[in-house]
C-alpha cells in the first residue's frame, strides 16, 4: 500500500515534520482534500538524490620539484624564476565534490560532511572512501585545464590552454599531493600559469569550480634562456633597531613571504652582478631602476636564517672578496664570479687565494647540502673608513661620500642562466 498516513487532526505542523525526516528517503507529495491535508508516501520511490553542486581545490599551487624532497616547502612560490626548460607541477592537497541532497542548501564553509551536504575528497584512496564517493578512475570529468596568460597582471585574463587534463577522474587524482604523477610543464615560455575551470565561467557555465589555497592555484613565471641574463630589483630598508648596525650604516633585504614565498630561483640559476642604485622601485621589477644612480656599498653580507638579534660580528661569516676593485663600471663592484676566499696579506707574506664562484640566488645559496635551503638575508653596509672597499655615496665628488641614513636604496641582481 503506497498511502502510508493521513494527517487530520494536526494538518500542516504533521506533513512539515514528516517531510522533513522522510525527505532525504522518499518521494513526498501533499494534497489538500476538503480542507484536510494528506501527506502521501511513495515508498516504491525512495531514494537518496544528490546533485554534484561543485568541485573544489584545496592547497592548489605550482611545485618546482617532484616528487617532494625534505627542502621542498622551502621552495614552493608564488612566483618562480626558472631557466628555459625548467619544470613546474601542478598539485593540490584536496580533490573534493561537494553535493546538496535535493531541496537543501549546502555553504561547505567548513568542511563538514554530512547527510545532506556531502564531501568527497577524491585524493583519498578509493578502498578508504565512505559510501558515496567512490568514483572510478576512468570516470568522465572535464573541469579543468592549465593556462598560461601574456604579462604578470593580477587580472590576466586572456588564458591559453595548454592542457585540459585528458577528461577522468583518474587523470586530476594523479595531482592529488598525495599521488607520484603531477602534471609536469616544461617551462619555455614565461607569464603567469594557472590551474583553472575548463570552461571558463560566463553567463552560460556557471561557476562550479573553486580553486583554492594561498598560492590561488596561480604562479608568475620569469624564464632565463641558457647562457642569457636578466635583471631584478628589490628595495632594501635601513637598519637602527640593532646598535651595531645602526653604527655601520646597514641595510637590509630578504625575501618576503610565509609559507610560500613571493618569488623564488631555480638552482640552475645563478646571481653573477650586485649593484646598488639610490631611489625606489616595485619588487621584483625587471625593469627597474631606470637613469637610476648607483653607489658604491662597502661590503655586502648574506646570512642564512638571520637573526636581527644577533650582532653580524656573532656570524661566521666566511668573508670573500667578491669584487673587481675601485673602479667604477657603471655601478658594478660586486661579481659572485670572481672571488676570492683569503685576501693577500702583506704582513705575512700570505698570498692571495684561488679565484672561485660564488653560487647563489637571491633566496638560497645552492651548496647541495642539508641547509642549502636556508633562506638568505642581504646585508648591504655603507662604511666609508672599510680599508681598500671604502663606500662612497657619490661616485662623481672626490673622496668617500657618507650615505645619509634617510638615502632610499635598491638592490639589483643580475641572473645568469647556468649552462
Request: hydrophobic content about 35%; proline content about 6%; glycine content about 6%.
Amino acid at each position: 500500500m503506497n498511502v502510508l498516513c493521513l494527517a487530520r487532526r494536526f494538518g500542516r505542523l504533521v506533513l512539515d515534520l514528516l517531510t522533513r525526516l522522510l525527505r532525504p528517503r522518499c518521494l513526498l507529495k501533499a494534497s489538500a482534500v476538503g480542507g484536510v491535508t494528506a501527506l502521501v508516501i511513495f515508498t516504491a520511490n525512495c531514494f537518496s538524490a544528490k546533485v554534484v553542486d561543485q568541485f573544489e581545490f584545496e592547497n592548489a599551487r605550482f611545485e618546482p620539484v617532484w616528487p617532494p624532497d625534505n627542502t621542498s616547502a622551502k621552495k614552493h612560490a608564488k612566483g618562480y624564476w626558472l631557466r628555459s626548460g625548467d619544470p613546474i607541477f601542478a598539485v593540490w592537497d584536496t580533490f573534493e565534490t561537494h553535493k546538496t541532497e535535493e531541496g537543501e542548501m549546502c555553504s561547505f564553509t567548513d568542511n563538514s560532511s554530512t547527510e545532506e551536504c556531502r564531501i568527497c575528497d577524491l585524493c583519498i584512496p578509493q578502498n578508504s572512501q565512505p559510501e558515496g564517493c567512490r568514483f572510478g578512475a576512468a570516470t568522465p570529468l572535464s573541469i579543468l585545464k592549465i593556462a598560461r596568460a601574456d604579462g604578470f597582471s593580477d587580472d590576466s585574463s586572456n588564458w591559453t590552454a595548454i592542457s585540459n587534463f585528458g577528461g577522468t577522474v583518474g587523470e586530476i587524482q594523479n595531482s592529488c599531493s598525495s599521488s607520484n604523477g603531477p602534471f609536469r610543464i616544461d617551462v619555455e615560455q614565461e607569464g603567469t600559469y594557472g590551474i583553472r575551470q575548463d570552461p571558463e565561467p560566463s553567463e552560460t557555465v556557471p561557476k562550479k569550480v573553486n580553486v583554492l589555497g594561498e598560492a590561488k592555484g596561480e604562479a608568475k613565471v620569469h624564464v632565463v634562456p641558457a647562457g642569457q641574463s636578466r635583471t631584478v630589483a628589490y628595495n632594501l630598508t635601513r637598519i637602527s633597531s640593532v646598535e651595531d648596525m645602526a653604527a655601520h650604516d646597514f641595510w637590509i633585504w630578504s625575501m618576503s613571504g610565509g609559507e610560500f614565498l613571493n618569488e623564488n630561483f631555480s638552482p640552475n640559476l645563478r646571481i653573477t652582478d650586485v649593484k646598488i642604485f639610490v631611489g625606489t622601485c616595485i619588487d621584483g621589477a625587471t625593469d627597474c631602476p631606470t637613469n637610476a644612480i648607483a653607489v658604491k656599498p662597502s661590503k655586502i653580507i648574506f646570512i642564512k636564517n638571520f637573526d636581527p638579534t644577533i650582532q653580524v660580528e656573532g656570524y661566521d661569516l666566511g668573508e670573500m672578496k667578491c669584487h673587481s676593485g675601485p673602479t667604477n663600471n657603471n655601478g658594478s663592484f660586486i661579481n659572485l664570479l670572481q672571488c676570492i676566499k683569503n685576501a693577500a696579506d702583506t704582513q705575512t707574506n700570505t698570498p692571495p687565494g684561488p679565484i672561485v664562484m660564488k653560487e647563489l640566488v637571491p633566496t638560497y645559496e645552492h651548496l647541495y647540502s642539508a641547509d642549502s635551503y636556508e633562506k638568505l638575508t642581504w646585508l648591504v653596509r655603507f662604511n666609508t673608513s672599510d680599508p681598500g672597499t671604502e663606500a662612497d655615496a657619490d661616485l662623481s665628488t672626490p673622496g668617500y661620500q657618507a650615505m645619509d641614513m634617510n638615502t632610499k636604496l635598491i638592490i639589483q641582481f643580475t641572473i645568469e642562466a647556468k649552462p
